[in-house]
T-cell receptor, first 117, second 113 residues
Framework: GAVVSQHPSRVICKSGTSVKIECRSL??????MFWYRQFPKQSLMLMAT?????????EQGVEKDKFLINHASLTLSTLTVTSAHPEDSSFYIC?????????????FGAGSRLTVL | ELKVEQNPLFLSMQEGKNYTIYCNYS?????LYWYRQDPGKSLESLFV?????AVKQEGRLMASLDTKARLSTLHITAAVHDLSATYFC?????????????FGKGTLLTVNP
């Protein structure tokens, strides 16, 4: 089945630094990838939709200058949290559609837990 | 904007009992998903429901979709402790130029011996 690899799984950084999270589709091409954020004991909130070769579409309330998304190839999307602050600490999860399945199956990465000190 | 309402949000049940989790959504969609999440983990796909009247079963879990009522259910039969987790429903809908998934708040299921 489709596999999405997300790295790193855990990252701790100091306030003010930037952190990059990678999301790779290992055995399929993903023209669209999605980035979610999940705070403790809450649901997943869509941050942005990432389309290969074009600018990401951000959800309302998500700062595009703070959460930089790049989708340079059909198998890789990256999320960079710039100038991270403690309130950015969260569980970030990416997902990708496997178009071979008719775009009906969404595969999730294992998630990246960000802690900003 | 699509709203997805899931209830109950918390469910504590005894082993061997049956229960149903409900998922209502506010706009037209015929693509609904159920996921399981264990603490500290990502999502595990349980069911993909793609048409009105769809019913799928896997072990002690059965999911159904009624697109006319905009309602999906996840039925648990003879619960066991291993089913303890958070369950999310998610609705796929066309927001702008992309289909995107909107999640319910999740149901934290605790199965007690």
């Amino acid at each position: 089945g489709a596999v999405v690899s997300q790295h790193p799984s855990r990252v701790i950084c100091k306030s003010g630094t930037s952190v990059k999270i990678e999301c790779r589709s290992l055995d399929f091409q993903a023209t669209t990838m999605f980035w979610y954020r999940q705070f403790p004991k809450q649901s997943l909130m869509l941050m942005a939709t990432s389309n290969e070769g074009s600018k990401a579409t951000y959800e309302q309330g998500v700062e595009k200058d703070k959460f930089l998304i790049n989708h340079a190839s059909l198998t890789l999307s990256t999320l960079t949290v710039t100038s991270a602050h403690p309130e950015d600490s969260s569980f970030y999860i990416c997902s990708a559609r496997d178009l071979r399945s008719g775009a009906n199956v969404l595969t999730f990465g294992a998630g990246s837990r960000l802690t900003v000190l | 904007e699509l709203k997805v309402e899931q209830n109950p949000l918390f469910l504590s049940m005894q082993e061997g009992k049956n229960y149903t989790i409900y998922c209502n959504y506010s706009t037209t969609s015929d693509r609904l998903y159920w996921y399981r999440q264990d603490p500290g983990k990502s999502l595990e796909s349980l069911f993909v429901l793609l048409s009105n009247g769809a019913v799928k079963q896997e072990g002690r879990l059965m999911a159904s979709l009624d697109t006319k009522a905009r309602l999906s259910t996840l039925h648990i039969t003879a619960a066991v402790h291993d089913l303890s987790a958070t369950y999310f429903c998610a609705v796929d809908w066309r927001g702008g130029s992309n289909y995107k998934l909107t999640f319910g708040k999740g149901t934290l299921l605790t199965v007690n011996p």
